[in-house]
């Protein structure tokens, strides 16, 4: 927004066509202490430093977060750049705002001087992270802004910035179920860490969408008709876009074709009611023939990020392939803002809540993965220890996951090409050393294959089997399967040493 200096009308505007009862005095209040505390400090642009708060809060404000959230947006910076202190923001402020402000000073700008230093900016994020969830939102709004206005920073920190963006920060707001935020962060990174590619994908996209937009116009008139001939209640039906960096990832699955990749631009359709929903793809169906195998339900089975949404695929007139999305509008929300999306725009829900109310409102499975990031990164005793752990987070908690079932009909969250092996360990530790054989889908299944969503696997196990074998490193995904892989080998080792290098003697006095 720095091409348009942002104002504070602008913010207030965004946040009173969200909610009615905005605490715009908050708002005021907090921009003012701001606009004070950084008086004569200039961005690299040399706008007034003000403005990144103030895009922040705005960032914030589109998150449809709770105002107290947006006021520690306009002050985050404040404890670390000026001589204002913690005390004062409390003071004037409040413990919670304060709180949330004092998260983000913890965080730290994440600055390149050496790898020690990066590293201990990444542990404090994680930290602060399991600690308040609201602090890693707040960055993600800051993160942002900092990418929109990358052109005034040096090339190689440019490059270094988008694309920590786009390995970190991307993939957590993907797995806090925040799809626009996650989508917005990897497109402004993309056009950094890639150019050429990015330039690509953008002229390719506005190219085809061009090309798409009057028969989406159609689409929508006609999916409006169609459900109100049935008599099947529609808030709205609209266009989607995709993001330009999925966009990129998926031509890369199909030798950079663009013709096969059939949702550029999806038909979303917010219904009332999760019935409607069925109803609604019930008519799509009537209407146009389906696509075999592209139907997906992520109603009754949602993503692990908590994503619900009924998705198809259609052949339309003269053979063209338009993907359908149907969702109520608690889905659309939580889609769009994720673990936001909690905080709804009632009232009494949104005055001053707190973060352990918060975590009572989120399911425990959605925090926990962020609790294990905290304490595996607080176990990394050293730089490359670290590393190691960082990469394998990377596949544990911000790779796509999969659901499968055990025989009883509990369900198992892993990343996506987990083995059985995985889904052993995932059980139980001695499930994992002493499992021999696998069966998915009542067949027996190789150890080393991927198993896929939606599959039953039961595992065999023997309890006189020593352990684990060492060759499941090859295949095994998770972090958790391959720590116990390699501790019990490590066992085995110290074991043999023993057996083998005899007792010394003992010297004689």
Not at 24 to 44: C, I, S
Not at 232 to 252: A, D, E, M, T
Not at 361 to 371: F, H, K, S, V
């Amino acid at each position: 927004m720095d091409k348009k200096i942002a104002t504070l009308e602008d913010l207030i505007k965004i946040v009173k066509e969200i909610r009615n009862d905005a605490d715009v005095d908050l708002l005021e209040r907090a921009y003012n202490f701001a606009d004070t505390a950084h008086k004569g400090q200039l961005r690299m642009s040399g706008i007034p430093y003000i403005v990144h708060p103030l895009c922040t809060a705005i960032n914030l404000a589109k998150m449809h977060v709770p105002d107290n959230i947006i006021a520690a947006g306009l002050l985050h910076d404040v404890v670390e750049d000026t001589p204002y202190t913690l005390d004062q923001i409390k003071e004037e402020f409040g413990e919670d705002i304060a709180s949330m402000v004092n998260g983000i000073c913890k965080v730290g700008k994440i600055k390149y001087r050496g790898v020690e230093r990066y590293i201990e900016n990444l542990r404090k994020m994680f930290v602060a992270m399991a600690s308040d969830v609201r602090v890693i939102i707040i960055k993600f709004a800051d993160r942002l802004h900092n990418l929109e206005t990358l052109d005034c920073v040096p090339q190689k920190k440019a490059y270094r910035i988008a694309l920590e963006s786009m390995e970190i920060y991307a993939p957590i707001a993907n797995r806090l179920g925040m799809g626009d935020i996650k989508g917005k962060l990897e497109d402004a990174a993309f056009r950094y860490v890639m150019p050429k590619e990015y330039e690509w994908v953008k002229k390719l996209a506005e190219e085809s969408i061009q090309l798409k937009q009057p028969q989406v116009h159609k689409i929508i008139q006609e999916t409006q008709t169609e459900l109100a001939q049935a008599n099947i209640p529609c808030i709205n039906v609209h266009g989607r876009q995709k993001h330009l960096f999925s966009l990129y990832r998926k031509l890369l699955k199909y030798n950079r074709d663009i013709t096969k990749i059939y949702d550029l631009t999806a038909i979303r359709c917010v219904m009332p009611s999760t019935a409607d929903c069925y109803a609604g793809m019930g008519i799509i169906h009537s209407r146009w023939t389906p696509l075999k195998g592209r139907i997906k339900d992520y109603i009754s089975q949602p993503k692990p990020n908590g994503y619900q949404s009924l998705h198809t695929t259609v052949f339309y007139d003269r053979g063209a392939i338009v993907e359908f999305q149907f969702r109520t509008l608690e889905m659309h929300e939580a889609a769009e803002f994720g673990i936001a999306a909690h905080w709804a725009y009632d009232e009494n829900k949104l005055r001053q809540i707190g973060h352990e109310r918060i975590k009572e409102m989120i399911d425990e499975n959605q925090l926990e993965w962020m609790n294990q990031i905290a304490d595996s990164n607080a176990n990394s005793a050293n730089t490359n220890s670290f590393l190691e752990a960082l990469e394998e987070m990377k596949l544990d908690a911000f790779n796509d996951h999969i659901f499968v079932y055990t025989p009883k009909g509990d369900v198992i969250d892993l990343p996506e090409d987990s083995t059985p092996i995985d889904f052993a360990y995932k059980i139980h530790t001695d499930i994992g050393n002493t499992c021999t054989a696998a069966k998915v889908n009542d067949a027996i299944h190789p150890l080393d294959q991927p198993l896929k969503s939606g599959d039953i696997v039961e595992i065999h196990t023997d309890k006189s089997r020593k352990g684990p074998n060492p060759d499941w490193l090859k295949f095994a995904k998770t972090r958790h399967a391959r720590t116990k892989i390699r501790q019990y080998a490590r066992q085995g080792i110290t074991s043999w040493l023993k057996d083998v290098i005899p007792n010394p003697i003992k010297k004689r006095k």
